[in-house]
């Protein structure tokens, strides 16, 4: 049986902006007005800690990373609980593998605290129980580890694993944990970027685009096909 390993930010649910603003926030109160979305826009794909230490840097802060995370994991949580949109054909294909019994996880590069929130405030922890975070492993992504360890911990082979994501560092990882992947962009623009040239499905519209049936069919044809030659 096929298992589908699902990002969670800017894949399952629109919460970039979210995460824009509560980045916005803490910046702010450390003496960097004016952080622009564009400049928000870089750093998607890449995990909270990571882009925080890379703008500590940038900008000089004095306050440990530690400090700027517990600041902007808060202001996070305060708007995920209460404005994070699913994409409503994301939801559709979730619904759909659920109740047909396929496997499924989280994996993101988030808090486990923030990710939690997002899943409970939109109601997707009902069908999306089994979750991983950046925490819990020693690599975020484009290391493979997120992913592997979800794969772990459902019980499959990295080979038998479809990850669903939206942004170059997550697709570099399903690839390099051996793992098929369903890209569905972030934005339309980044369409090209070499890293989703191993994606066996490209949805290069982004997510006005995506359809779960599209996405569904390709599954259930991956999956066929390694029971075909005996794989699954």
Request: aromatic letters at 8%.
């Amino acid at each position: 049986m096929i298992s589908v390993i699902f990002d969670l930010d800017g894949t399952l649910v629109d919460s970039e902006p979210n995460y824009y603003e509560s980045g916005r926030r803490t910046l702010e109160r450390h003496g960097v007005p004016d952080f622009t979305w564009e400049q928000h826009s870089r750093f998607i794909g890449i995990g909270t800690l990571e882009t925080l230490e890379i703008l500590k840097d940038r900008y000089g802060i004095p306050a440990p990373v530690e400090q700027l995370l517990a600041e902007q994991n808060a202001a996070y949580l305060e708007l995920a609980r209460t404005r994070t949109e699913v994409f409503p054909q994301m939801r559709g294909l979730v619904e759909r593998l659920y109740a047909e019994g396929v496997p499924m996880a989280v994996a993101s590069g988030s808090s486990r605290e923030a990710i939690d929130a997002v899943l409970a405030g939109t109601g997707l922890d009902a069908s999306l129980t089994t979750v991983v975070s950046a925490e819990e492993v020693a690599r975020g992504k484009p290391a493979p580890d997120v992913f592997l360890e979800a794969a772990r911990r459902l019980g499959a082979e990295p080979a038998d694993c479809v990850v669903v994501e939206d942004a170059a560092p997550g697709a570099r990882a399903a690839h390099a944990a051996g793992m098929g992947c369903v890209v569905v962009p972030y934005a339309a623009d980044i369409a090209d970027d070499p890293a989703f040239a191993s994606a066996g499905l490209l949805f290069r519209g982004g997510q006005p685009e995506f359809s779960a049936d599209a996405a569904y069919a390709w599954l259930s044809a991956r999956a066929a096909s390694r029971a075909a030659r005996g794989t699954v």
